[in-house]
T-cell receptor, first 115, second 111 residues
Framework: AQSVTQPDIHITVSEGASLELRCNYS??????LFWYVQSPGQGLQLLLK??????LVQGIKGFEAEFKRSQSSFNLRKPSVHWSDAAEYFC?????????????FGAGTQVVVTP | DAGVIQSPRHEVTEMGQEVTLRCKPI?????LFWYRQTMMRGLELLIY????????DSGMPEDRFSAKMPNASFSTLKIQPSEPRDSAVYFC?????????FGPGTRLTVL
């Protein structure tokens, strides 16, 4: 069964500092990978996605993520965090061959941005 | 595109009452998902449809919950009777088969 692990429940980062959120997955076939962001009181918004090809993908709001097959990871990064990046971030994995359309979500990482 | 539309945005009801949540997916999306989000349990998939047919309802908590998708542009999630432990934010999402697009959610409070 596919699974997604986000090891960090909560991260505090200073405004202007870099941010990296970890995501590890367990899946036999090549997964589709996603990062979503949820601001307070809002729905989940897609930040970026990886299907195939270049393992470094760019997303909205200055975020990027790198797929590393050997480490079963898809970590999210941002070079310089803005106060508006305070939110909860979810990693998700899907498959083209199993339960097409269904995504497995991680538990989320809450990001707090300090002045 | 208006995105996924959910109504109502907020619902307050009393224990024992019937609650109906509504969702209009993005046109052309073949998949529709219902999720529940709480502080304690996080984001849970309740049920999902493909081409209006329920594919997996294993996440539906109990018989008090039911979901329908009578056509490609409308789905409902019904709770009857409602209980205080059903209080949560309920999200609808639609998908063309890859990424999912979420609605703004319905915040349900059962007193």
């Amino acid at each position: 069964a596919q699974s997604v692990t986000q090891p960090d429940i909560h991260i505090t980062v200073s405004e202007g500092a870099s941010l990296e959120l970890r995501c590890n997955y367990s899946y036999g076939a090549t997964p589709y990978l996603f990062w979503y962001v949820q601001s307070p009181g809002q729905g989940l918004q897609l930040l970026l996605k990886y299907f195939s090809g270049d393992t470094l993908v760019q997303g909205i709001k200055g975020f990027e993520a790198e797929f590393k097959r050997s480490q079963s990871s898809f970590n999210l990064r941002k070079p310089s965090v803005h106060w508006s990046d305070a939110a909860e971030y979810f990693c998700a994995v899907g498959s083209a061959t199993d339960s097409w359309g269904k995504l497995q979500f991680g538990a989320g990482t809450q990001v707090v941005v300090t002045p | 595109d208006a995105g996924v539309i959910q109504s109502p945005r907020h619902e307050v009801t009393e224990m024992g009452q019937e609650v109906t949540l509504r969702c209009k997916p993005i046109s052309g999306h073949d998949y529709l998902f219902w999720y529940r989000q709480t502080m304690m349990r996080g984001l849970e998939l309740l049920i999902y449809f493909n081409n209006n047919v329920p594919i997996d309802d294993s996440g539906m908590p109990e018989d008090r919950f039911s979901a329908k998708m009578p056509n490609a542009s409308f789905s409902t999630l019904k709770i009857q009777p409602s209980e205080p432990r059903d209080s949560a934010v309920y999200f609808c999402a639609s998908s063309p088969g890859t990424e999912q697009f979420f609605g703004p959610g319905t915040r349900l409070t059962v007193l």
